[in-house]
């Protein structure tokens, strides 16, 4: 007996465009195995167990969170330029929508786990130094060679 269901996604043609590209990187033939990849992948990364509740007032972001935010966005966007010929408004969407997916992670994962005050602030704070980043990438991908090899 067959129990797979189907679902249909309406995307947009940037989002689209994404996905073509996950398709590229991943080498897989169609994009319904892209997505069931994605899905995958994002399931195993997300923290086991019981789920971390946080509650009481808001606590500022420790500084080393801060780095590791930083350096996170950095390589993903090193990584995606690198591969993907994505714009500057592209980019930036992305690191909105990743760095607040990898500021969750850190704080929920933080021991003890933490509320974090101003999260806008934080990945804004982010993302300054991660877009100049980019922007040198795109300017001169040959200074990065030695991260792509590592």
Known sequence: MDTKQRVQFDLAPDTLALL??????????????AVRNAIKFHYDHLPQGPRKLVS?????VPEELQRL??????DAAVEIARVYDSSRDQMFRFCLSFGKDILYELCHTYDPPINPMSPEIVIAKAIVPTMEIFTRYRNNPGLFAAREKS
């Open 69 to 74: 935010l930083v350096s996170r966005l950095e």
């Open 20 to 33: 073509d590209a996950l398709k590229e990187l991943t080498d897989v033939s169609t994009r319904a195995e």
């Open 56 to 60: 009481g007032t808001a606590q500022p």
